[in-house]
């Protein structure tokens, strides 16, 4: 079992030491020697548990999909308002990515023009945001003359926005880029609720 357990561990060291070489240099200028190096393991390890570079791509991708799954699923026991649970679920998202390295590097191979491989993250994103808008204008709570797809694409945005504004100036938290999109948008696409 330790054996088993150890095996595990170094996976998991892999992957992190891939998706921190991945986010700093981009996946092309990331070696597996650094790779290596960055888990306290031999090049021999690497191989025993990843096949390749793309692999490890991957890996580090299946990773991220994984937390992202985990980040956008419903409670079970109620549904929240869609509106509310779209606010509260993009903040958890990109405060996560801000501190989450494998998460971040996930999402960020799907800019790496050298990655070249189907990357799906920013689509399950947006996906769930549509379905969290449609489910939010079929109870009546999203603006009838808020186009859909317009305001999914303004939420999507604004989570890879909040994200990279918060890495390259110290200044522009994720929380605080989300925060100020929210008190914008959210009085412009809520439907107004009729007072008795």
């Known amino acids: 079992m330790a054996k088993q357990d150890r ?3 170094t996976r998991q060291e892999l ?3 891939a998706a921190v070489a991945f986010d700093r240099s981009g996946y092309a200028l990331s070696s597996l020697t650094e790779i290596s190096r960055g888990a306290g393991v031999s090049s021999g390890a690497l191989h025993f548990h990843f096949s390749s570079k793309r692999a490890l791509g991957r890996a580090v991708e299946d990773s991220a999909a994984q937390t992202l799954g985990d980040i956008v699923a419903s409670p079970c026991r109620e549904q929240p308002p869609p509106l509310g649970h779209l606010v509260s679920t993009s903040h958890v998202l990109a405060c996560r990515l801000a501190e989450d390295v494998v998460l971040r590097a996930g999402f960020g ?4 023009a050298t990655w070249m491989e189907d990357v799906t ?7 769930w945001v549509r379905s969290t808008l449609t489910r939010a204008r079929r109870e009546g709570t999203l603006s009838p003359d808020v186009p859909l797809e317009d305001a999914v694409s303004a939420v999507t ?4 926005g909040a994200q ?3 890495r390259f100036d110290v200044e522009w938290s994720p929380a605080y880029a ?4 929210w008190n914008l948008m959210l009085p412009r696409i809520s439907a107004m609720v009729p007072t008795e």
């Open 7 to 9: 095996a595990v561990r």
């Open 178 to 181: 989300l925060t100020q999109f």
């Open 109 to 112: 191979l799907a800019a790496d």
């Open 164 to 166: 990279a504004l918060g």
């Open 121 to 127: 993250l920013w689509r399950t994103w947006r996906g």
């Open 157 to 160: 945005a604004a989570v890879v």
């Open 15 to 17: 992957i992190r030491s």
